[in-house]
């Protein structure tokens, strides 16, 4: 297993547009989390999933913001009418389990909104 | 609502000389997690060393140690003997109290000189 991957990498979209980010977490994990981060800042959690289940959301995913794990496996994170405000690295982690167990990151996919 | 705090923007260390880097939290629970996670220049996020709230002896990983303490809700993370590979930013990042997803500071950019 080579660990968490991201796909995109980078994305340039236009204001208003839809972009969707996909995370393959390492495969015998069975949470999986998003976190936001902007320049200058530490990690920002958004959603959390245990298997299919997404368990936790954060004040910060707002409804332009839908995060989805069909069959406990990959994940996808979707943004609609992106607004400029949105451009940031989304990071991927995942961990056998709770807030004791660490959480293997993915590169990141970043993300600018012109 | 937990909060973590990183004092030091930037520090910077001679090679194979020692660094202690600060971090402060807030909480009201009494079983977390503390973690420290280091991220290279355009490379993953990967943890450093965890501590356990409930432990009160210092975690250690071969040059990285920390300094809990947890009355003073203050989590320093010492680098002993530093590499130029050590140089990346650092955050502290806080677990557990019923949530899963960390809550993160916003970093120390850690430069090492040779």
Known sequence: D?????DPRHKITKRGQNVTFRCDPISEHNRLYWYRQT???GPEFLTYFQNEAQLEKSRLLSDRFSAERPKGSFSTLEIQRTEQGDSAMYL???SFGGASYEQYFGPGTRLTVT | AQTVTQSQPEMSV???ETVTLSCTYDTSESDYYLFWYKQPPSRQ???VIRQEAYKQQNATENRFSVNFQKAAKSFSLK???????DAA??????GGGGADGLTFGK??????QP
């Open chain 2, 79 to 85: 680098i002993s003997d530093s590499q130029l590979g």
């Open chain 2, 107 to 112: 970093g120390t950019h850690l430069i090492i």
């Open chain 2, 45 to 47: 996020m990967i943890l």
């Open chain 1, 39 to 41: 320049l200058g800042q």
């Open chain 1, 92 to 94: 991927c982690a995942s």
């Open chain 2, 89 to 94: 930013m650092y955050f502290c990042a806080y």
């Open chain 1, 2 to 6: 080579t660990g968490v991957s991201q």
């Open chain 2, 14 to 16: 001679q090679e194979a």
